[in-house]
């Protein structure tokens, strides 16, 4: 697997992991 690739995959498990953060916490009363 090249760097481009490996990079391509990181930000996207990034970028979902902080959309589902944002849900998440949208979805809790406590915030």
């Known amino acids: 697997m090249s760097f ?3 990079y391509k ?3 996207r498990w990034i970028i979902s ?3 589902l953060t944002i849900t ?3 979805g809790t009363p406590e915030a």
């Open 24 to 26: 998440v916490r949208a």
């Open 9 to 11: 995959v990181m930000m």
């Open 4 to 6: 481009a690739s490996f």
């Open 17 to 19: 992991l902080f959309l």
